[in-house]
């Protein structure tokens, strides 16, 4: 026994060696969620430990916001309990936490001062307030105040078993309940191994023993932000020993405390024994059962005659653990791996065996309780569907917490079925209330439903041909509304099949003759989700030649320049439009450039030995040649890799705007935008220095040209959309410029697959509401918004639309125009739609994906493709709620990605291992 013990002991020393040469710094603080409850909306601070406490208005749409009373407010309380959140009315309240990732464990804290916020206390002082608290439907702890100056808080360690987390707050009849804070600490999935999916583990007691009383240790000496309380009665025959040297983790640690916390232990002065640890039935809940976790760490650097060696005594006589002797400056610890319960008194002592020469020590301890949880929860994916209906539609009602359980809290007008474990939700009724603007398309992700009433609302737009997809469906209300027709094929078909009782306006059933937009009023702006986009390409065809002539006979027009590096530099200062000014303040995520500013302009000698002589060409597009180059840093004596375009005989407005317009490009940074570092301009030469993407474009890894396939995942294909989609959101919002060349070859790709917009050289400033002139209308054939050749005129929402081909690109894998049978040529956005008409969306979806994808994923997606491809410009989302979707998308996505990998770590928490010198014990039962 002595001797295994020493060998593990030996490797976790070596082991140690790695650890000190780990990087330390301060500790993420990354997937923490800090809520201050009851500070006024969009509020934030951040506190000494350095982290951001945020207002509660994006947690939770119930109670009010409170302050405590002025004479409990003084410097020593934490800012976090100055307010709260009450909620007078409503029997169940709930913060719903978002976002966390399933199968993530963590730590959940809720905090409460009382502080006589509601002015009650002086009316009747001994007013003690009681509430229940839960996660999710399972109790959690009563919340019992009695002190209005004390903070209470409830701790707990538990697995996310959805992309969400729910705290709920039910008012027992005992006092009005309220919160002070919330707080929420992803923490590593080998820790509290006592945490399982079927059991939370709820904090009881943790204490650790530095001399300092009432210090408290948390973030960032724990990285989990667990608080480590001082024991402040430490008995007379009791005395500290401690160190400053650095405790390592041992190998597997599973409970990680940290350093700080084990720098301190307690030992008696003159005994052989210690009781340090007594718990009384009383003092806990009714039946209670413990998990306790004891840390030893030996302090001391002990000679070769010392041993310092002893057991864990359960009541003074039973021996729970054997002699054992703590490892020096490692931390250790002794944890039970089944609760004890039982008995009336739980009391623990340290006894020195008789080998030992010195007392024995403990550094701190934890005892926790545990919270089983009856799984009593929605389905995933219905839960998630029905929050974002909520959320679409800011459904008030009781709409918090899971949708179905308690049974006695589901939310009002749903219908689940309970017959198997998760619940699923059957039947929505929305009738009357209120709802406005499209028919969302997250019904449709409830799979389960066989009952959907919409009826008497304002909602507008078509009808979701993906609500067809919904096989258990067989009601459908849907009357006064103000819908546009027609209503989906698929659905009519079921109707008539006698599968679906369908309920709509007569007047959108008139939409569906062949002669549609039809005459009923509401048809008249109808946009025909199925039937749209009847000949685009046409249109385009016809058009773009005459564009090209226009652009090139300005071209033809243009003034010689001067030599590049030769223009004055007052031209160009007095030329930077004003929305580049101060790049900083502008919304959206500008980025520090990557490249130094100081050099802008280059000459045409200059770029040619960025580029070797024009060496290696890279690519070609439509206004030039594209190169490969190196930039020479001086200040930072590095060397950057750079592309380099050439474009001949460019400018239509004349060289003093075109060089305002490119200084003005070198501004606008973004993490989602190829940057440009400089540009030259030398006669009708126009070079632009652009950073270089080492992966190519989406266009070349979609079709495995130039070189670069590598088959995208849908994973990465989401990503790519989503960060593409967010450079776009910051060109319209940040900067309102339309780019006007959305395409796939436009998507470049960095070395790890991060998503740039490339090109944005053709976009011009718009001003205000006012829209861009036909003159600079280019474009792509196949990407060009069909309702911009019509107008002239060319808005974000032609991003928008070019974006949504983008989006069926990544989907189908297709390029925007294809061949169809014969000579007949078909655009993506028909071809796609044919499919969705007629359900089979399987069929079109990339077969290079070989069908690893989440199907509610992609759907997401290809709905909000045909929102960005609807003919009206004013039909399409604006890219900041294509932002937003492809989020949830991705979301949806890495869900479902993690929930097909292995669940290794949860079936290893239940077993018994002993690693590193960890020692485990079971507690015996009575
Ligand atoms: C915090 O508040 C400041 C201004 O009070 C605001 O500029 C900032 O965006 C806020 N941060 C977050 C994360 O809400
Ligand atoms: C601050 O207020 C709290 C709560 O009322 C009280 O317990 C504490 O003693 C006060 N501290 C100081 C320094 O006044
Ligand atoms: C730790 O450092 C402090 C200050 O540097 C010193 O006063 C103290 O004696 C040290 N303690 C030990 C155990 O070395
Ligand atoms: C262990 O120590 C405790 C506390 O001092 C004492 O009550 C108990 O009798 C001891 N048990 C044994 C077996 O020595
Ligand atoms: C004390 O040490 C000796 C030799 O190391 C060993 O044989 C004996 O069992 C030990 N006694 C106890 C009580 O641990
Ligand atoms: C629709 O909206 C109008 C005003 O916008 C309102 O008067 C009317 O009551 C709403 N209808 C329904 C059914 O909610
Ligand atoms: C909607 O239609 C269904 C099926 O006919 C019907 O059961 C339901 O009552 C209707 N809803 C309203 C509010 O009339």
């Known amino acids: 026994m002595t001797a295994w013990k020493f060998a593990i002991t030996a490797v976790a020393v070596a082991f140690s060696f790695v650890a000190i040469v780990q990087v330390r710094g301060q500790p993420s603080t990354e997937g923490f969620i800090s809520i201050d409850c009851g500070t006024p909306d969009g509020y934030n601070h951040t506190d000494n430990t350095n982290i951001q406490y945020v207002s509660d208005d994006q947690y939770i749409d119930s109670g009010v916001n409170k302050r405590i009373a002025q004479n409990y407010i003084n410097s020593s309380i934490p800012i976090q309990d100055v307010t709260a959140r009450s909620f007078p009315s409503g029997s169940r309240n709930c913060y719903t ?28 002082p001994n007013t003690s307030i009681q509430f229940d608290l839960y996660i999710g ?3 959690w702890k009563t919340v019992n105040i009695s002190d209005a100056s004390a903070e209470y808080r409830v701790e707990a360690i538990t697995l996310a078993l959805a992309d969400f987390i729910s705290v709920c707050l039910i008012n027992t009849g005992s006092g009005t309940p309220f919160i002070s804070a919330l707080e929420l600490r992803p923490i590593k999935p080998a820790m509290y191994p006592e945490a399982v999916a079927n059991q939370s583990i709820v904090l009881y007691l943790r204490r650790t023993y530095k001399p300092s009383s009432n210090q408290i240790f948390r973030f960032p000496d724990d990285p989990y932000d667990r608080i480590w309380a001082s024991y402040t009665e430490i008995p007379s025959d009791w005395t500290t020993i401690s160190t400053n040297a650095t405790i390592q983790d041992n190998q597997n640690d599973r409970f990680n405390a940290p350093s700080t916390v084990l720098q301190t232990a307690v030992t008696p002065i003159r005994s052989p024994t210690m009781t340090f640890l007594q718990l009384d039935r009383e003092s806990g809940p009714t039946a209670p059962q413990y998990y306790v976790v004891f840390y030893f760490t030996e302090l001391q650097s002990l000679n070769t005659n010392a041993v310092r060696e002893f057991s864990i005594y359960f009541d003074g006589s039973y021996q729970w653990h054997a002699p054992y002797r703590p490892a020096y400056l490692i931390s250790d610890y002794i944890y039970s791996i089944s609760p004890w319960y039982g008995y009336a008194h739980y009391i623990f002592s340290l006894n020195a065996t008789a080998n030992s020469t010195l007392p024995p020590f403990i550094n701190a301890f934890e005892v926790y309780t545990p919270m089983f949880l009856s799984n009593a929860v929605t389905d995933v994916s219905d839960a998630d569907a029905i929050m974002a209906v909520k959320a679409q539609y800011q459904v008030k009602r009781n709409w918090m917490g899971d949708p179905c359980n308690p049974t006695e809290y589901a939310w009002d007008g749903l219908n689940c079925s309970y017959t198997a474990s998760p619940s699923r939700i059957t039947s929505v009724n929305l009738s009357s209330s209120r709802l406005a603007g499209r028919i969302s398309d997250s019904f449709s992700m409830l799979q389960a439903m ?11 737009g078509g009808i979701p041909y993906s609500l067809a997809n919904i096989s258990s469906l067989q009601v459908l209300n849907l009357t006064n509304n103000n819908l546009s027709g027609p209503v989906p094929d698929a659905l009519l078909k079921k109707a008539d099949a006698g599968l679906l009782i369908l309920r709509v306006d007569d007047y959108l059933l008139l939409c569906n003759a062949s002669t549609c937009p039809c005459n009923g009023s509401s048809c008249q702006n109808t946009i025909s989700t199925v039937k749209k986009i009847p000949k685009p390409v046409i249109v385009i065809l016809a058009v773009i030649p005459a564009i090209l002539l226009a652009v090139l006979v300005l071209t033809l027009a243009i003034t010689r320049g001067t030599m590049c590096g030769k223009l004055p530099d007052s031209h160009h200062d007095s030329f930077v439009p004003p929305y580049v000014e101060n790049p900083s303040e502008t919304p959206g995520e500008p980025e520090e450039p990557w490249i130094p500013r100081t050099k802008r302009r280059f000459t045409y000698m200059e770029l040619n030995n960025v580029t070797n002589n ?12 594209v190169y490969h180059g190196y930039l020479e840093n001086e200040t930072e004596k590095n060397v950057t890799e750079v592309t380099v375009k050439v474009c001949h005989e460019i400018s239509s407005q004349g060289t003093k705007q075109l060089h305002a317009e490119a200084e003005s490009l070198t501004h606008v940074f973004h993490k989602n935008l190829v940057s440009l570092v400089g540009y030259c301009m030398d006669g009708d030469k126009l070079g632009l220095v652009y950073e270089y993407m080492p992966q190519g474009s989406l266009h070349d890894h979609l079709r ?3 070189g670069v396939f590598r088959a995208l995942n849908w994973g990465e294909r989401l990503r790519i959309a989503l960060e593409a989609a967010q450079g776009l959101d910051y060109m319209h919002t940040g900067c309102q410029i339309v780019h006007r060349d959305v395409k796939t070859s436009n998507i470049l790709l960095g070395q790890n697959l991060e998503a740039k917009i490339a090109d944005f050289g053709l976009a011009k400033m718009i001003g205000g509401n006012e829209h861009v002139s036909l003159m600079s209308v280019c474009g792509t054939p196949g990407y060009i918004d069909p309702e911009s050749l019509r107008t002239l005129r060319l808005t974000e929402k032609s991003d928008v639309y070019s974006f949504g081909v983008v989006l069926l690109e990544i989907i189908t894998g297709e390029l ?15 071809h796609v739609s044919q499919f969705i008409a007629r359900g089979d969306i399987k069929e079109i979806v990339d077969s290079a994906l070989r069908g690893e994808y989440d199907l509610n994923s ?3 997606v290809m709905d909000m493709a045909m929102r960005c491809t609807a003919e009206a410009a004013v039909e399409r989302p604006t890219m900041t709620e294509v932002v937003m979707q492809l989020k949830d998308s991705l979301i949806t996505e890495t869900t479902h990605a993690k929930s097909k990998s292995s ?14 010198t960890t020692t485990m014990s079971i507690g015996p039962s009575s």
């Open 97 to 124: 936490l978002k976002p966390v990732t399933a199968d993530q464990k963590y730590l959940l804290r809720a905090t409460f001062m009382y502080g006589n916020y509601d002015g009650q206390q002086s009316e009747n």
């Open 137 to 139: 439907v399972d109790l």
């Open 450 to 460: 066989e009952s959907i009433d919409l009826s008497n609302n304002n909602l507008t």
């Open 614 to 625: 024009f060496s290696r060409v890279i690519g070609s597009g439509g206004f030039g040649v």
């Open 704 to 706: 495995g040209t130039s």
């Open 816 to 830: 925007p125009i294809l061949q169809g049978q014969g000579e007949e040529i078909i655009h993506l956005v028909k």
């Open 858 to 860: 992609v759907w997401k």
């Open 903 to 916: 669940y290794g770590d949860s079936s290893e928490t239940s077993q018994i291992s002993i690693s590193g």
